[in-house]
């Protein structure tokens, strides 16, 4: 997933400007955002979620079960 660095528009600029920690936010592709009619596709929302456990996997340094 290439990576899109925008503006902040939520809570996660604090982290880095109150507690000295790296935010980092994702969010699926969709429509009618905050709406009663919000959605998204499956296909994306699969995406989304493979690539914030690639990064947990990542930053916590595991390893491969034997």
């Known amino acids: ?3 899109r660095i925008t503006t902040p528009v939520n809570d996660t600029r604090f982290y880095g ?5 790296p935010g980092l936010c994702y969010r ?4 009618g955002a905050h709406a009663f ?3 998204t ?3 994306h929302q699969k995406r989304t979620t493979l690539g ?3 990064f947990i996997v990542n930053w916590c ?3 491969p079960a034997v």
């Open 1 to 3: 997933m290439p990576a």
């Open 17 to 21: 400007l109150n507690f000295g920690s």
């Open 28 to 31: 699926l592709k969709g429509e």
């Open 37 to 39: 009619d919000e959605r």
């Open 41 to 43: 596709r499956l296909a």
């Open 52 to 54: 914030i456990a690639a």
């Open 61 to 63: 340094g595991t390893r």
